[in-house]
């Protein structure tokens, strides 16, 4: 990965002192900062570092160079994601999930500029596509069971298959998300509440709408 001069490729030093994932946490976020401000290409293991409070040494005891650590922090990312859902799967209230994501998206204004940025440079990194790849076809996955169980309750329209609605609904949500950076202004709080409501109305069951599931 290309740094300030060249390979950004560090040695690491010796162990540093205090708590190792509150420090890597501490990374993560300077990071992500960096990335949110700078874009990814003019991001560097010297411009985390100095965000961080921190030496480029200490940066790279816990992430041998760039790539490493914006993996870290992809994971991380796809990490709360699945939290997110994970809290939701005893529950078919798609629209209580939509707006959990959403709160946690637009309560951090670094969230979508850097989930932005990862995805675009995913692009022209095979190993860092593979990973976006992985994690996205877990959230879609588990999106899958939650609008599966909604439709054998009936609360979500049965008469496309849930795994179509999720892809439908993961596009939707990237959309703005790679929207939000550029047009900030369209994303009110009242404005993501009324996009979360057409979403829902979206995917609910249309009056006279025949079960695919009953056999009616």
């Known amino acids: 990965m290309s740094g300030d001069a060249g390979t950004e490729q560090v040695v690491r030093r010796g162990r540093p002192t205090g708590d190792h ?9 300077a990071a992500a900062s960096v990335i949110a401000r700078e874009g990814y290409a003019n991001a560097s293991l010297r411009k985390v570092a100095q965000r961080a409070g921190c030496t480029t040494g200490a940066v790279t005891y816990y992430f041998a160079n760039k790539e490493e650590l914006v993996t870290a922090l992809a994971e991380s990312r796809f990490d709360t994601y699945d939290a997110l859902l ?9 629209k209580a999930s ?4 959403l709160a946690l998206t637009t309560g951090d204004d670094e969230f979508w500029p850097v989930m932005s940025q990862l995805l675009a440079h995913a692009r022209y990194e095979p190993a860092f596509a593979a990973l976006i790849e992985r994690r996205y076809a877990r959230y879609r996955e588990v999106h899958t069971s ?3 169980a909604g439709q054998a309750q009936g609360t979500i329209r049965d008469d496309i298959p849930a795994d ?3 892809d439908q609904l993961s596009a939707m949500g ?4 790679m929207m939000f950076p550029f047009e900030p202004e369209r994303f ?13 109305t979206l995917i609910s069951p249309t009056p006279g709408n025949t079960s695919r599931t009953s056999g009616s």
């Not at 994932?21 to 993560?28: C, G, I, N, V």
């Not at 009110?188 to 829902?200: C, E, F, G, K, N």
Request: hydrophobic share 55%.
């Open 174 to 177: 990237d959309g703005w998300m």
């Open 164 to 166: 179509l609605l999720a």
């Open 146 to 148: 939650i609008l599966a």
């Open 188 to 200: 009110t709080p009242s404005r993501v509440q009324a996009l979360i409501d057409a979403a829902i």
């Open 86 to 94: 994970e809290a939701g799967l005893d529950r078919t209230d798609i």
């Open 21 to 29: 994932e509150a420090k890597r946490a501490e990374l993560l976020k």
């Open 98 to 101: 939509f707006e959990r994501w």
